[in-house]
């Protein structure tokens, strides 16, 4: 068992932290002269490995046999070369790039550093929101960037007569709402911001501003509360608005009432149109009701929750968090032809009549663009 | 023609530093302040009487002194060591007796209170903005918030009874400045802020300079009715922490009520109740009529007031890098605000 005496601590005299009986330190053979390290010794005095690093700075030092690399038994590397160990830190580095490429197009760098400067500014919080806490630059960067592969993807969206929003200037959209979860309030919001270039500022129920979490989102996302004083000062401000006039009553329908608009509110968003004198775009989109069937509710746990509704879907609560997953049906946005409200008189959004008729002809709008839209389609799912 | 001006509340510093600017002022002939403790600063050219605005002596410093115009500042914003029975004592007891003085004094022509921003609650069903002639959409019940409608209240009917006094109500925001105690101040002061967990209210700050302007022109000038004073621009309570760089720990809405508060009260700080809404939903105001109908436009935005806020802080506090970043942003402000003022020119 003379073997058992040798047993070298570490890397057996291979290039690293020897046993420094066998090898000099890393350190002395980086100082030693490049040009020692590939000669082999045919002949070999044993003593040779043994020799003490010397001082590197002494005139004596370069003799070759003092650098040597030790008989370890092992093949030593072929003559005057040195095996490349691990992946080389060029081929590394060129690899990333072609993924960077790959992944952000060919401008890679310019993007890279401009996502990193964006993450310098989140991080010292030097941003901007505006009044209503709306964060342009998230929303533009993340938000939309995360709904534009299931719009397109999943449920294939199909966007027409975005000629019908206007470049600039307040307007007001109103559109129908359905799905259980309002996802097309999002996909409305993805088709102003892609097709027309502009924020869609939608106003939500109070609901949605009580809750944790949402209303933080809500806000960040550009959504107010829908009031009259709100939905005023984002119009008289230039905004274009999203408004769906049905609630919760247009979400919380059932599978069997699809596409059947409900009682438009009471008006509010006609009188807040007519006040600021901005047109009214009515706005039909198809494929939201069948995201999530609703088949049933659960109004006694809706009640202890504080919810409206508590919906129940063929895969909700069935299938638990997967159930959650929406169902790919093919969606269809149309904007209609603008409703103009500058011609009215002053005073006009305080004749509750008036406002009742141009609430239900956007009503009427919306729902036989609704009946077009689907003889138009002619499946809803693949 | 001068004004003899009385001052309530000068042991605090927003009222200290207001009566030594109006001691200043050309247009003021003689500034009298009134307060139960002497102000800790020295005010000089400010004549200190030490009075309980909540007897009435005051009106007979009101009539001694020739006061004809009266700046109440007395409303305290926090309960001192949780004292909250003293507090509205002082608040509306002290402000009845004070508008009783008023309505007696003959010589009386002005009156300037400083109310707040809280009046208008902060809730879920808030509008984004608050404009003067809005309403809470729930009552203030408690704290501050109440005190200070209360008194609104009151100073209302006191102007129906006193047409010729003219009166000028400014809803002042909670003013962040690192040498004030503000309930904002104090908060963010905090080595570890809390927050409540699930909202980022958005929040707006006036800077101090700014306050002190608008209270000055409130007498200097004759403007009456109310006008809400914030910082223009608006922040969210997560981008200020950003901005400080301080750390913050999100605690779910009851146990910031709860177990958070009397932590925070065993710690020698308070986060008072109006202050908790606003944490949780916050409130913007619309500062459109200070611009247009009072004629101030505030000169530093809510993210400039934070920035001095940082600045202005102990070093120590706060990491230098977040104090320079600070610095940076405000000397860029300063030099666009300078080249603005040239291009006018």
Same mark, same amino acid.
Request: proline share 9%.
């Given at each position: 068992?003379?073997?058992?005496?040798i047993?070298p601590?570490?890397?057996?005299g291979?290039?690293?932290?020897?046993?420094?009986?066998?090898?000099p330190?890393?350190a002395?053979?980086?100082?030693?002269?490049?040009a020692?390290?590939?000669?082999?010794?045919?002949?070999?005095d044993?003593?040779a490995?043994?020799?003490?690093?010397?001082?590197?700075?002494s005139a004596?030092y370069?003799?070759?046999?003092?650098?040597?690399?030790?008989?370890?038994g092992?093949?030593?590397?072929?003559?005057?070369?040195?095996?490349p160990?691990g992946?080389p830190?060029?081929?590394?580095?060129?690899?990333l790039a072609?993924?960077?490429?790959?992944?952000?197009?060919?401008?890679w760098?310019a993007?890279?550093a401009?996502?990193?400067?964006?993450a310098?500014?989140?991080?010292?919080?030097d941003?901007?929101v505006?009044?209503?806490g709306?964060?342009?630059e998230?929303?533009?960067?993340?938000?939309?960037?995360?709904l534009?592969?299931?719009?397109?993807?999943?449920?294939?969206l199909?966007?027409?007569g975005?000629?019908?929003?206007?470049?600039?200037?307040g307007? $007001?959209?109103?559109s129908?709402?359905? +799905?259980t979860i !309002?996802?097309?309030?999002?996909? #409305?919001m993805? =088709?102003?911001?892609?097709?027309a270039g502009r924020h869609?500022?939608?106003?939500g129920a109070?609901l949605?501003?009580?809750m944790?979490v949402?209303?933080?989102?809500a806000?960040?996302?550009?959504?107010?509360?829908?009031?009259?004083?709100?939905?005023?000062?984002? $119009?008289?401000g230039?905004e274009?608005? +999203?408004v769906w !006039?049905?609630?919760?009553?247009g #979400?919380?329908? =059932?599978y069997?009432?699809r596409y059947k608009?409900?009682?438009f509110g009471r008006g509010?968003?006609?009188?807040?149109?007519?006040?600021t004198?901005?047109p009214?775009?009515?706005c039909?989109?198809?494929?939201?009701?069948?995201?999530?069937?609703l088949?049933?509710n659960i109004?006694?746990?809706?009640?202890l929750?504080?919810v !409206?509704?508590?919906?129940?879907?063929?895969f909700?609560?069935?299938l638990?968090?997967a159930g959650?997953?929406p169902?790919p049906?093919?969606w269809l946005?149309?904007f209609?032809?603008?409703?103009r409200?500058?011609?009215?008189p002053?005073g006009?959004?305080d004749?509750?009549m008036l406002?009742?008729n141009?609430t239900?002809?956007v009503?009427?709008t919306?729902?036989?663009t609704?009946?077009e839209?689907?003889?138009?389609?002619?499946?809803?799912?693949? | 023609?001068?004004?003899?001006?009385l001052?309530?509340?000068?042991?605090?510093?927003?009222?200290?530093r207001h009566a030594?600017?109006?001691?200043?002022?050309?247009?003021?002939d003689k500034?009298?302040?009134v307060?139960?403790?002497?102000?800790r600063?020295?005010?000089?050219?400010?004549?200190?009487?030490r009075?309980?605005?909540r007897s009435?002596?005051?009106?007979k410093?009101l009539?001694v002194?020739d006061?004809?115009t009266?700046?109440?500042?007395?409303l305290?914003?926090s309960?001192t060591?949780?004292?909250r029975?003293?507090m509205?004592?002082?608040?509306?007891?002290g402000s009845?007796q004070?508008l009783a003085?008023c309505?007696?004094?003959?010589?009386?022509?002005?009156l300037?209170?400083t109310?707040s921003?809280?009046v208008?609650?902060?809730?879920?069903?808030?509008?984004a903005?608050?404009t003067?002639e809005?309403?809470?959409?729930r009552s203030?019940?408690?704290?501050?918030?109440?005190d200070?409608?209360e008194?609104?209240?009151?100073?209302?009917g006191?102007?129906?009874?006193?047409?010729d006094v003219?009166?000028?109500n400014?809803?002042?925001?909670?003013?962040?400045?690192p040498?004030?105690?503000t309930p904002m101040?104090?908060?963010?002061?905090?080595?570890?802020?809390?927050t409540?967990l699930?909202?980022?209210?958005?929040?707006?700050?006036?800077h101090?300079?700014d306050?002190?302007?608008t209270?000055?022109?409130?007498?200097?000038?004759?403007v009456?009715?109310?006008f809400?004073v914030a910082?223009?621009?608006?922040?969210v309570?997560?981008?200020?922490?950003?901005?400080?760089?301080?750390r913050s720990?999100p605690?779910?809405?009851?146990?910031?009520?709860g177990?958070?508060?009397?932590?925070l009260?065993a710690?020698r700080?308070e986060v008072?109740?109006?202050l908790?809404?606003l944490?949780a939903?916050?409130?913007g105001?619309?500062i459109?009529?200070?611009?247009?109908l009072?004629g101030?436009q505030?000169r530093?935005?809510s993210?400039a007031?934070?920035?001095?806020?940082l600045?202005?802080?102990?070093?120590g506090?706060?990491?230098?890098?977040?104090?320079r970043?600070?610095?940076?942003?405000?000397a860029g402000?300063?030099?666009?605000?300078r080249?603005e003022?040239?291009s006018?020119?």
């Amino acid at each position: 068992m003379s073997d058992a005496d040798i047993i070298p601590l570490g890397a057996r005299g291979e290039p690293g932290r020897g046993s420094r009986r066998s090898t000099p330190s890393a350190a002395a053979r980086t100082l030693a002269p490049r040009a020692a390290r590939p000669r082999r010794e045919p002949a070999r005095d044993a003593t040779a490995p043994q020799a003490p690093p010397a001082d590197p700075t002494s005139a004596a030092y370069p003799e070759p046999e003092a650098v040597t690399a030790p008989d370890t038994g092992r093949p030593g590397p072929p003559d005057g070369g040195v095996t490349p160990r691990g992946i080389p830190t060029e081929g590394l580095l060129r690899a990333l790039a072609g993924a960077a490429r790959q992944f952000m197009g060919e401008d890679w760098e310019a993007r890279a550093a401009e996502l990193m400067a964006f993450a310098r500014r989140r991080l010292d919080g030097d941003y901007e929101v505006d009044d209503f806490g709306f964060d342009a630059e998230l929303t533009s960067r993340f938000l939309m960037s995360a709904l534009r592969p299931i719009a397109q993807s999943w449920f294939r969206l199909e966007v027409r007569g975005i000629e019908n929003v206007p470049v600039d200037g307040g307007a $007001l959209v109103v559109s129908n709402h359905s +799905g259980t979860i !309002p996802v097309d309030g999002l996909m #409305t919001m993805l =088709a102003v911001h892609d097709y027309a270039g502009r924020h869609l500022r939608p106003l939500g129920a109070d609901l949605v501003f009580a809750m944790p979490v949402l209303s933080e989102l809500a806000r960040r996302i550009g959504a107010t509360l829908a009031c009259g004083e709100d939905a005023e000062r984002m $119009l008289s401000g230039g905004e274009l608005v +999203g408004v769906w !006039p049905e609630g919760f009553k247009g #979400t919380g329908k =059932a599978y069997s009432e699809r596409y059947k608009l409900q009682r438009f509110g009471r008006g509010g968003f006609v009188a807040a149109a007519m006040r600021t004198g901005v047109p009214i775009i009515p706005c039909s989109i198809v494929g939201a009701e069948e995201i999530y069937p609703l088949i049933g509710n659960i109004p006694s746990l809706a009640r202890l929750l504080g919810v !409206p509704y508590v919906p129940i879907t063929p895969f909700f609560p069935l299938l638990g968090p997967a159930g959650l997953i929406p169902l790919p049906s093919k969606w269809l946005i149309e904007f209609g032809a603008p409703i103009r409200t500058d011609a009215y008189p002053a005073g006009a959004a305080d004749d509750p009549m008036l406002v009742f008729n141009v609430t239900d002809q956007v009503r009427e709008t919306i729902q036989q663009t609704l009946y077009e839209l689907l003889v138009r389609r002619d499946r809803v799912f693949f | 023609m001068g004004r003899n001006v009385l001052v309530t509340g000068v042991s605090r510093e927003i009222a200290a530093r207001h009566a030594l600017a109006l001691a200043l002022d050309p247009d003021v002939d003689k500034v009298v302040g009134v307060d139960v403790v002497p102000p800790r600063q020295g005010i000089d050219g400010v004549k200190f009487v030490r009075a309980d605005i909540r007897s009435p002596v005051v009106a007979k410093v009101l009539a001694v002194e020739d006061i004809d115009t009266v700046v109440h500042l007395a409303l305290q914003p926090s309960p001192t060591r949780g004292a909250r029975t003293s507090m509205k004592e002082s608040n509306v007891i002290g402000s009845m007796q004070l508008l009783a003085a008023c309505q007696r004094s003959a010589e009386v022509r002005k009156l300037v209170l400083t109310s707040s921003t809280s009046v208008y609650g902060a809730s879920p069903r808030d509008p984004a903005m608050f404009t003067e002639e809005m309403g809470p959409k729930r009552s203030p019940r408690s704290g501050f918030a109440k005190d200070c409608a209360e008194v609104e209240g009151y100073v209302r009917g006191f102007a129906r009874r006193r047409p010729d006094v003219l009166v000028t109500n400014l809803r002042l925001a909670s003013v962040l400045s690192p040498a004030w105690v503000t309930p904002m101040s104090d908060y963010l002061r905090l080595p570890l802020v809390p927050t409540v967990l699930g909202f980022d209210p958005r929040l707006q700050v006036p800077h101090p300079d700014d306050v002190l302007e608008t209270l000055r022109r409130a007498v200097v000038h004759d403007v009456a009715g109310t006008f809400n004073v914030a910082g223009p621009g608006v922040l969210v309570l997560s981008q200020v922490l950003r901005r400080l760089g301080k750390r913050s720990v999100p605690v779910p809405p009851s146990v910031f009520a709860g177990v958070g508060s009397t932590i925070l009260t065993a710690l020698r700080s308070e986060v008072p109740g109006d202050l908790r809404q606003l944490l949780a939903h916050g409130r913007g105001v619309d500062i459109t009529s200070l611009r247009e109908l009072f004629g101030y436009q505030p000169r530093h935005t809510s993210a400039a007031t934070v920035d001095a806020f940082l600045v202005g802080l102990p070093p120590g506090a706060v990491s230098g890098q977040r104090v320079r970043a600070a610095q940076a942003r405000l000397a860029g402000e300063d030099r666009t605000r300078r080249e603005e003022v040239n291009s006018d020119e």
